[in-house]
């Protein structure tokens, strides 16, 4: 499995960015996909999730109403629309593949592949 995260880049606080996550090597009809994010001096957390199948979304509570998970089965990628951003959404942004349940999705463990990482940076 590869994954070939993009889109990051410089913003100012209060814009939008998109993140893609070009995923190839398997089919991943059983697959969640996720983003997780580390900013400086802080562990990688999780940010939001997707089930490849049917496409039901989970989302860390400090995302919900900015952030939208979606993918497109045709490209094989998963996006990370990126709205209202703030300052402290700074990080470098991971995308991740695995199979198991959704309600596992918020950890890392429930992934087994992981995409080079894409900076974003919001300026205040």
């Known amino acids: 499995v590869q994954l070939q995260a993009s889109g990051g880049g410089l913003v100012q606080a209060g814009g939008s960015l998109r993140l893609s996550c070009a995923a190839s090597?398997?089919?991943?009809?059983?697959?969640?996909m996720g983003w997780f994010r580390r900013a400086p001096g802080k562990e990688r957390e999780f940010v939001a999730a997707?089930?490849?199948?049917?496409?039901?979304?989970y989302y860390k509570d400090s995302v919900k109403g900015r952030f939208t998970i979606s993918r497109d089965l045709a490209k094989n990628t998963v996006y990370l629309q990126m709205n209202s951003l703030k300052a402290e959404d700074t990080a470098v942004y991971y995308c991740?593949?695995?199979?198991?349940?959704?309600?596992?999705?918020?950890?890392?463990?429930?992934?087994?592949?992981w995409g080079q990482g894409t900076q974003v940076t919001v300026s205040s």
């Open positions: 991740a593949a695995g199979v198991a349940a959704l309600r596992a999705g918020g950890t890392e463990r429930a992934y087994g592949n």
């Open positions: 997707i089930t490849w199948n049917v496409g039901i979304t």
């Open positions: 090597g398997r089919t991943f009809s059983n697959y969640i």
